[in-house]
Each structure stands twice: as C-alpha cells, then as structure tokens.
C-alpha cells in the first residue's frame, strides 16, 4: 500500500475514520459506481478530524493496475482537496457542483477531473479510498496531479483514514 510521506510530522491519535453506505469495508463495490453501471461515485462520510484541521484531501486509487497478479502501477480514479473540515460527507453520485463549497479537484488518470469508477482489465482489484486531515488550506493547485497533491500535503498531515473496496468485472 502507498504511504504518504510525512515528513517527521506525528499524525494525532485521534482515530479519523472513512466509512461508505454503498459498500462495507473490505467489501465489494457495487456496479452502479463503476464502469460497468452508472459510474457514480460511492457514498463517503466520515467522523473525528483532529482539533486544527484546516481542509481534508480525498484520493482514491487503485494499487492492483493492470493486473493484481503483477500490479506494475497504481491508478488514480479520484482527487478532491480543500474540503471543509465541517463537511462530514460524500452524497452518492456526487455532482461536480455539489461537492462542498471551497472544495477543488485534481485530474486522476484518464487525465480529467471527477470521479472514474473501477474499470479493471483482468481480476479483482483493491480500490483504496484515502481520507487526510490537513492543517493547512492548500493554494489553488490548478487540477494537480495525485504526486502534485502529494508533494504540497508533505509536512501537512494531521491524520489519515482508509476504506477499501473491491471490484471485479463480470466475465
């Protein structure tokens, strides 16, 4: 699994947790949010940002690309940063222009902003959904990639929380 960097910064004990009505954890993501239903993106919402939290960072991605027998790389299916701290969730099949307000987007691999469900070539694939409390408010990145968002959290990382899915295609 992919670690953010942070540092020397020690993340708060205070346990921030990422949970999802649309799938359980360790469970299977539905259909409708991937490429083979709708492509909507799931339901997210999550409790305890650490007293200082100034906006949290959402990336989900998956680790297992192309192929989870050989992962040779990690997709990136989702980048949203600058949400409020006071926003304590993700409705399912979240419109652009109703994510919460100060919130921006990062481009994820198919080089465009939005969420892209799982869409795997071969296997069942993890799709990691990655929660961060920062104590900063990030400058307008201009659609930064996930390592762009990455390099600009270091030193920023309060806490973090993860949930996640699978996803397999029909035959």
């Given amino acids: ?13 205070v346990s921030l947790t990422l949970s999802s009505t649309s799938f359980p954890a360790a469970g299977s993501i539905p259909v409708r949010c991937s490429c083979d239903g709708q492509d909507i993106s799931p339901q997210l919402a999550w409790t305890d940002p650490p007293t200082g939290t100034q ?9 297992d690309a192309p192929d989870p027998a050989a992962p040779t790389m990690t997709w990136v299916h989702w980048v949203l940063y ?5 926003a ?3 409705t399912e ?3 652009d222009r109703d994510l ?8 994820n691999d198919w080089q465009r902003t ?25 400058p307008d990145l201009k659609r930064p990639t996930k390592p762009m968002l990455e390099r600009a959290m ?6 973090h929380a993860e949930l996640v899915g699978y996803y397999q295609r029909r035959s």
């Fill in 82 to 86: 600058n949400l409020p701290p006071a």
């Fill in 114 to 138: 939005g969420y892209r469900g799982p869409c795997p070539p071969i296997g069942r694939h993890r799709y990691v959904h990655k929660l961060y409390a920062l104590d900063a408010l990030l």
């Fill in 1 to 13: 699994m992919n670690s953010l960097p942070l540092d020397g910064r020690k993340e708060s004990p």
């Fill in 88 to 90: 304590a969730s993700l």
């Fill in 93 to 95: 099949a979240v419109a």
């Fill in 55 to 63: 906006s949290l960072v959402l990336i989900v991605d998956d680790p």
């Fill in 154 to 159: 270091q030193g920023h990382v309060l806490a």
């Fill in 100 to 107: 919460p307000p100060g919130t921006r987007q990062g481009l």
